[in-house]
């Protein structure tokens, strides 16, 4: 058995086939609550109503998301795969959300305070604790985005396709034979007689990946060194 004659340097990220629409479709899930809060902190100013400290938040992250928003469209169309090491739309969002909290809980505690009867309103922290996954969200985006991933090395190969999906790692030792199945899948055999199915058909790119990893494996196993098995049924991920 030969080794592959090229590896790549590290794992590659691989993304899914609509990662792009679904970053603008998240993007623009919070454009209309930023709108308002722009909405009633102007309408608060033409009003002659005394600035306050949150009229001022408001209208800040309501502009603050707009901006962040457009700017975000705007870099998904060059890459559809861009990804900054802190994602400043998401602790907007989170904003976003903290204000909504505090908007409820504000109007829960005047209705006590009208009706002297203390329940508790358990609505504000659910909004206060998704502020906090968004916070979260926004360090380690570029995190979850590597547990995607296609690592090909001099000893075997390794990937995963979903970021808390399955795990495949085989060595040369322990692969029979590497086959394509259709245009984006491909069999893999075992020396323990097992058949793994594997399909990129859901990546960017998807073709491409699955062949590039059948290069990979053609330097391991040279044409004609090896039979290719047909078993009746394979496992498909």
């Known amino acids: 058995m030969n080794h592959a004659s090229s590896a790549s340097n590290g794992p590659t990220t691989l993304y899914h086939r609509s990662h792009g629409v679904r970053q603008?479709?998240?993007?623009?899930?919070?454009?209309a609550p930023a709108l308002v809060l722009i909405y009633s902190a102007g309408q608060a100013i033409k009003e002659h109503e005394p600035l306050t400290f949150l009229t001022g938040l408001e209208f800040g992250i309501g502009v603050l998301y707009v901006v962040l928003l457009v700017r975000e469209i705007r870099h998904?169309?060059?890459?559809?795969?861009?990804?900054?090491?802190?994602?400043?739309?998401?602790?907007?969002?989170?904003g976003i959300l903290g204000l909504e909290g505090y908007h409820i809980w504000h109007r829960h505690h005047e209705l006590v305070l009208q009706t002297g009867v203390s329940k508790f309103h358990v609505l504000p922290w659910i909004y206060f604790a998704l502020a906090g996954v968004y916070v979260l969200m926004a360090f380690k985006m570029s995190q979850l985005d590597a547990r995607r991933y296609?690592?090909?090395?001099?000893?075997?190969?390794?990937?995963?396709?979903?970021?808390?999906?399955?795990?495949?790692?085989?060595?040369?030792?322990?692969?029979?034979?590497?086959?394509?199945?259709?245009?984006?899948?491909?069999?893999?055999?075992?020396?323990?007689?097992?058949?793994?199915?594997?399909?990129?058909?859901?990546?960017?790119?998807?073709?491409?990946?699955?062949?590039?990893?059948?290069?990979?494996?053609?330097?391991?196993?040279?044409?004609?060194?090896?039979?290719?098995?047909?078993?009746?049924?394979?496992?498909?991920?």
């Open 150 to 237: 296609l690592h090909l090395h001099n000893h075997g190969f390794a990937l995963r396709l979903k970021p808390f999906g399955r795990h495949f790692r085989y060595t040369w030792q322990d692969v029979v034979n590497v086959e394509p199945v259709g245009d984006t899948d491909m069999l893999v055999h075992t020396t323990d007689g097992r058949h793994q199915r594997i399909s990129f058909a859901a990546m960017h790119n998807g073709a491409a990946h699955r062949d590039q990893l059948l290069a990979h494996a053609a330097g391991a196993f040279p044409t004609g060194s090896l039979p290719t098995p047909q078993p009746p049924e394979a496992e498909l991920f």
């Open 24 to 31: 603008q479709k998240k993007g623009l899930g919070h454009l």
């Open 76 to 94: 998904l169309r060059h890459n559809p795969h861009h990804r900054e090491r802190i994602a400043w739309l998401e602790i907007a969002s989170a």
